[in-house]
T-cell receptor, first 112, second 112 residues
């Protein structure tokens, strides 16, 4: 389809629990990006993929965050042992080129 | 390092023009973008400009780029209530696949 589909829309986890977010990029887009938007509207880049390969992971808190983009499966972002400060909206975007980013509508993660 | 800054808030009357400003620090920015975010939604790409351009016009939108001052602006002509949203400028430096660095967003409120 022509939209980036993110699931679930909302996710509530107790502190210390695992959270897993999914993103289906637009068919034919080679690049997938994850961004975290915190309460002050700041966007923080987390990780990008070119097909199933990690392209840039400089924004990932590696000790608890992991991400995958496997063939024929939605991409995923997983947070082990969530903390309160992980509460944010997580956006996925896909693109075929540098101007063609399409963002999903986000997953709102609330850690309580 | 990269830093993109925007004013937090802008209020205009319906029918007036809106001008949203953005400054950036990285002189090697290749592409600059304007995104619109409505409540609870993802980011919608409004327009982009290459760093070798000074101006780009697209219907009601005009983007001006002053490379010397590292200043980007978005002018919305005949602003409508449906234009009320948060507007983010963003920059990228490398070619396809590179991450975006976002400003903090400008909340545009359009009064009837």
């Amino acid at each position: 389809g022509e939209e980036v589909a993110q699931t679930p829309k909302h996710l509530v986890r107790g502190e210390g629990q695992k959270a897993k977010l999914y993103c289906a990029p637009i068919k034919g887009h080679s690049y997938v990006f994850w961004y975290q938007q915190v309460l002050k509207n700041e966007f923080k880049f987390l990780i990008s993929f070119q097909n199933e390969n990690v392209f840039d992971e400089t924004g990932m808190p590696k000790e608890r965050f992991s991400a995958k983009c496997l063939p024929n499966s939605p991409c995923s972002l997983e947070i082990q042992a969530t903390k309160l400060e992980d509460s944010a909206v997580y956006f996925c975007a896909s693109s075929q080129n540098f101007w063609g980013y399409t963002f999903g509508s986000g997953t709102r993660l609330t850690v309580v | 390092g990269e830093d993109v800054e925007q004013s937090l808030f802008l209020s205009v009357r319906e029918g007036d023009s809106s001008v949203i400003n953005c400054t950036y620090t990285d002189s090697s920015s290749t592409y600059l973008y304007w995104y619109k975010q409505e409540p609870g939604a993802g980011l919608q790409l409004l327009t982009y400009i290459f760093s070798n351009m000074d101006m780009k016009q697209d219907q009601r939108l005009t983007v001006l780029l002053n490379k010397k001052d590292k200043h980007l602006s978005l002018r919305i002509a005949d602003t409508q209530t449906g234009d009320s949203a948060i507007y983010f400028c963003a920059e990228s430096i490398d070619n396809a696949g590179n991450m975006l660095t976002f400003g903090g967003g400008t909340r545009l409120m359009v009064k009837p």
